[in-house]
Structures are given as C-alpha cells and as structure tokens.
C-alpha cells in the first residue's frame, strides 16, 4: 500500500503525512528530505546555487526511483506535479491525495517561514495565489482524491484520510482505530 500526498507549500503534506504514516504504521518519506540527503545542503541554498531546473532534475530521479518501489506514505515537493514524468509516476504508483488550501490559510501558515525558497519575496500571499492559480489542475490531475485543509486541524485530516482509504478499499476497515484522546 503506498500513499502520496500533493499540494501547495504549507498544505501539510510532511505534518499530516509522518502522523498518517504513524497513525497505519507505514514508513514515512519526504521526497524534499531524500534530495536533501542527495545533496548534502538544504533546498532553498541549492537553488540558490545550481537553480531552479536542477532542483526540478533531481526531484524528477528521486520521484522515479521511489515510484520503483513504492510503499508507506510520500510527501511531495509542493512544486512535483509541474512535471507530466512526475504526475504519471505519481498516480501510476501511489494512491494519490492532493491536500488542498487556500492561499489565504497558507499564507497564515508561513507567514514566519524562511526555508521555502519560493516564498521568499517581497509579496509571498500574491505569490501564492499564482501558484495555487497555476497548479491546482496538476494537483487534481494527479490525485484520485482531493482533501480540503482549510478548518481541519492534522489529527483531523489523518482521520478524514484513513476514512477515505477505507472507502477506496485500500486500508482495511477498522483496522487502524483512532487514538483516544491523552
Ligand atoms: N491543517 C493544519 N492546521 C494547522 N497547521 C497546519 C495544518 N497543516 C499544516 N500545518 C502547519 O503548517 C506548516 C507547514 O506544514 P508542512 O511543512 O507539513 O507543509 P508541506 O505541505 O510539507 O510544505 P512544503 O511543500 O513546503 O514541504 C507546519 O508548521 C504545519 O505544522
Ligand atoms: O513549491 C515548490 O515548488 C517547492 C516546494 C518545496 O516542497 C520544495 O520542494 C521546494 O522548495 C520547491
Ligand atoms: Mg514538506
């Protein structure tokens, strides 16, 4: 069973995915901490070296090298599906899930962020509004289901996400009960 999570940068994709993978006690990955770990230095200082295209390069080869064996829960790059290599692999490979957000709550979210090189410009709401503008086709291209990120807190959208793999058949039913409540 493999499970990749889409969406925009803040969307939750590494929150909601390492609880999810604990939740069905499933390996976790982070496509953005593979690549990391290929190159030795954060995201945001190689695209500030090498660029944009070289980042997009490596992505697409650690996408496809875990789409060979595709297993646990996969956080994406928020930017993975602007390649078609990509959005096949994806949705060939994995079940996947496009965790949706307005710009408006991402920006809430990352208002205080300095690791996201994107975002990192004089007006990051605007530009969140072009990218949510520019991919949400790719995401709902890519995704056999679609999750809204808006009001849920994390523990909320875990459960919202088992459910609906329960549903799709994909987890078996009852099998991975919540967590009471501490
Ligand atoms: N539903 C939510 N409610 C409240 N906070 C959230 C929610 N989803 C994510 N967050 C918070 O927003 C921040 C960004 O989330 P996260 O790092 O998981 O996003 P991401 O989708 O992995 O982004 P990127 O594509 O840049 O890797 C984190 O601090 C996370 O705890
Ligand atoms: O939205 C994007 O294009 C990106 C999101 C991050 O997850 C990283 O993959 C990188 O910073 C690019
Ligand atoms: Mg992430």
Request: proline share 6%.
């Amino acid at each position: 069973m493999a499970v990749a999570l889409v969406g925009l940068p803040g969307a939750g994709k590494s929150a909601v995915g390492r609880r999810l993978g604990m939740r069905l006690d499933l390996p976790f990955v982070d496509t953005d901490h593979v690549i990391e770990q290929r190159i030795g230095c954060s995201i945001r200082d190689y695209f500030e070296r090498e660029g944009e295209i070289a980042f997009r390069d490596l992505e697409q080869t650690v996408i496809a090298d875990l789409a060979a064996n595709p297993q646990g829960i996969l956080a994406t790059g928020g930017g993975a599906v602007l390649r078609e290599a990509n959005r096949k692999q994806l949705r060939d490979h994995f079940h996947v899930i496009y965790l949706r957000s307005s710009p408006e709550d991402l920006f809430r979210r990352l208002r205080h962020d300095v690791k996201r090189p994107l975002l990192q410009v004089a007006d990051p709401l605007g530009r969140l509004r072009e990218l949510h503008d520019a991919r949400d086709p790719f995401y709902r291209e890519t995704a056999h289901d679609v999750v809204d990120t808006g009001r849920p807190t994390i523990a909320m959208l875990v459960n919202i996400i088992v459910m609906q793999l329960e549903l799709a058949g994909i987890v078996e039913s009852g099998a991975h009960p919540e967590e009471p409540p501490a």
